[in-house]
């Protein structure tokens, strides 16, 4: 149990467009979403927290305008990067904390890498 | 804030070694602590967890114990095969509400035959 899924698992676009990553909990319901980056060879980076029917809380430094977060039900939540340039390039990772859990319990998606050309 | 320091890697053994990668914390209050590994091409995986100080987490022959007097939760294991070698994340979460997970920077170890 616990699962949860992110779609897609890489994409590749050119620069100036957006990419929608989705990131569902597939047999909970979670009321907590978090956004991560990774750069290469680094750690997480928490970007945002998505809580289910309110905005998102978005860490210092990353711009809410340029990563939309979306978290319209309890088994989904998207991460929008609006108008991508090269420097988006990396790997996002969502995870979730299922609604009946105690509040230490987060499950991790595989990953999206994004390439931005 | 909370912060997380883990020893940085590579790290390389050889199969059988004893493993030991140091990890402390700074945090207020009572933190939990848990130590993720990230295989080749997958997403994080919970490795083992502790949530209040001398618990001992371990899973799959891991194992770390909660130290409030050092601040620290190093993992350890007896003796690593090839099939350990990953990312190994420590982190921690504050006790208030639901708030996000803090990481290291993670260590990568290799295991050769």
């Known amino acids: 149990g616990a699962v949860v899924s992110q779609h897609p698992s890489w994409v590749i676009c050119k620069s100036g467009t957006s990419v929608k990553i989705e990131c569902r909990s597939l047999?909970?319901?979670?009321?907590?979403m978090f956004w991560y980056r990774q750069f290469p060879k680094q750690s997480l980076m928490l970007m945002a927290t998505s809580n289910e029917g309110s905005k998102a809380t978005y860490e210092q430094g990353v711009e809410k305008d340029k990563f939309l977060i979306n978290h319209a039900s309890l088994t989904l939540s998207t991460l929008t990067v609006t108008s991508a340039h090269p420097e988006d390039s990396s790997f996002y990772i969502c995870?979730?904390?299922?609604?009946?859990?105690?509040?230490?319990?987060?499950?991790f998606g595989p990953g999206t890498r994004l390439t931005v050309l | 804030g909370n912060s997380v320091t883990q020893m940085e890697g590579p790290v390389t053994l050889s199969e059988e070694a004893f493993l030991t990668i140091n990890c402390t914390y700074t945090a207020t209050g009572y933190p939990s602590l848990f130590w993720y590994v990230q295989y080749p091409g997958e997403g994080l995986q919970l490795l083992l967890k502790?949530?209040?100080?001398?618990d001992k987490g371990s899973n799959k022959g891991f194992e770390a114990t909660y130290r409030k007097e050092t601040t620290s939760f190093h993992l350890e294991k007896g003796s690593v095969q090839v099939s350990d070698s990953a990312v190994y994340f420590c982190?921690?979460?504050?006790?208030?509400?639901?708030?996000?997970?803090?990481f290291g920077k993670g260590t990568r170890l290799s295991v050769i035959a």
């Open positions: 047999d909970f319901q979670a009321t907590t």
């Open positions: 502790a949530t209040k100080a001398d």
């Open positions: 982190a921690l979460k504050g006790n208030s509400g639901n708030t996000p997970l803090v």
């Open positions: 995870s979730a904390s299922p609604a009946s859990a105690s509040t230490d319990t987060q499950y």
